[in-house]
């Protein structure tokens, strides 16, 4: 199983980007996004259950959205209202297969 993490990028504090985590199957599987920040560790940023329940990180609730798309057998994170703190290598994690995605950079500027 490959998950295949794309739409990263460079955008200004404030802004918004779409990340996009797709594989066969993952409609069945409960699905982390986690970042990682250079010199820091990995860390939970949201989840997603097969059901569709959702959990936030205190530091991103209100400005980061997880979703499904089952038929397109993708998980999408909308990150609104960006901040330089935000900036991380992204990564998407599928729970029940134990199964990371490759990383997308996301780099927000002050």
């Known amino acids: 199983v490959q998950l295949q993490a794309s739409g990263g990028g460079l955008v200004q504090a404030g802004g918004s980007l779409r990340l996009s985590c797709a594989a066969s199957g993952i409609s069945t599987s409960a699905v982390a996004w986690y970042r990682q920040a250079p010199g820091k560790q990995r860390g939970l940023v949201a989840t997603?259950?097969?059901?569709?329940?959702?959990y936030y990180v205190d530091s991103v609730k209100g400005r980061f959205t997880i979703s499904r798309d089952n038929a397109k057998n993708t998980v999408l994170l909308k990150m609104n209202s960006l901040k330089p703190e935000d900036t991380a290598v992204y990564y998407c994690?599928?729970?029940?297969?134990?199964?990371w995605g490759q990383g997308t950079q996301v780099t927000v500027s002050s």
């Open positions: 997603i259950s097969s059901a569709a329940s959702a």
């Open positions: 994690y599928d729970v029940r297969r134990n199964f």
